[in-house]
Structures are given as C-alpha cells and as structure tokens.
C-alpha cells in the first residue's frame, strides 16, 4: 500500500449511513463473480441524496453514469461516517470504486472495524471539519507517515489523527493476513 496517497477530494456531510454508501437493493451481487463485483463500485454512495452529494457544490455524481469506478480516491466526511446496519459490504462497495482513504471527524464503531479488518480502506479522523474546508474535486495528498493531508488545489496542509497499527492492518489486506504476516495465526 502507498505511504503518499494522491487523489480528488469527494465531500460529504454528517451521519452518512450504510445505506447511503451502497444501498440495499444492490446487495443481490456475487462477491466471488468479478463482473458482478464491479457494480458494488458503480452503486458506491448512489443513495446519498443529490443535494449532499459533493458538498458543498451538491449534485454531484460520485460515480459518473456507464462507469464503475469513481474519479475521487478520497472522502472527505463529517461525524459518524457509516452509521446504520452493519453491511460489510459498504467498505468494500468504496474500495472497489477506487477509495483510498476516508477521513471523517468519526465513524460508527462497525463501519470502522469492516473498514480496517477488511483491508478495504484508510480510515482517518481529524478533529477538524475538513468538510467545511476542502471541496469536492481538490487535489489532495496524504503523508500516512506524517498523519498529514495536504490541498494541492488550495496549498493549505491540515493534521490527521494518527492511525497507529490501523495502517499496517489495511495494508496487509485486513486483520487474518496481517495476523498471519506478524505470525499472530497459524499459515495457510
């Protein structure tokens, strides 16, 4: 996994829930069928109403129409990212589109975990409202080893809370290979 990640910024508001990041009539799809699997990228974040969409612009589409994969990498989100039912499957719907990182002022507590334990994507926090500070489409870079995302559109750099081992789960690809990496569980 990258240790300087780089993409466009996607804003959201607070109290984005699961259904929001990919809502439930799309979970008819085969995890194991890659054909199937690219739709969780193109449904990702399709029941985030138009008005939140992109904030502070709105309406604007994460995925763009015939396509599965976003042109943003980073979202960029207010408190309690990820809220609602438990689905695995809204990590996973993000990563597939192209997310690298999320960073939220908080996350609900099982969001956080399938984000991490799945390898799916950085979840960072800050205490600042970077919602209210860096708009949908600017260019951004995280320094996962500084803990710092920088807006190459605006030339302004803000503090992340440190991830502490969080970075080195999701770059083994989840909890069961970094376990099996650090020799915590037996090899298969």
Not at 134 to 141: F, R, W
């Amino acid at each position: 996994m990258e240790t300087v990640i780089q993409g466009k910024a996607y804003v959201l508001g607070k109290n984005i829930d699961t259904d929001q990041i990919i809502p439930a009539e799309h979970l008819v799809y085969s995890l194991s069928d890659p054909e199937e699997v690219k739709l969780y990228g193109k449904y990702a974040l399709s029941g985030v109403p138009p008005e939140q969409g992109g904030l502070p612009e709105g309406n604007i589409p994460f995925v763009k129409d015939g396509s599965f994969n976003s042109d943003f990498t980073i979202i960029i989100a207010g408190p309690n990212f990820g809220c609602g039912s438990s689905r695995e499957h809204a990590p996973f719907a993000l990563k597939v589109a192209g997310v690298k990182a999320i960073i939220a002022e908080s996350y609900a507590r099982i969001f956080y975990r399938n984000c991490v334990d799945g390898g799916f994507a950085i979840p960072y926090e800050t205490s600042e409202q970077l919602n209210q500070l860096i708009s949908t489409g600017d260019e951004l870079k995280i320094d996962v080893a500084a803990n710092t995302i920088e807006n190459l559109t605006r030339n302004v750099t803000y503090k992340l809370n440190p991830l502490g081992d969080v970075f080195r789960i999701v770059e083994a690809g989840g909890i069961f290979s970094y376990a099996r990496q650090e020799n915590l569980m037996a090899q298969s």
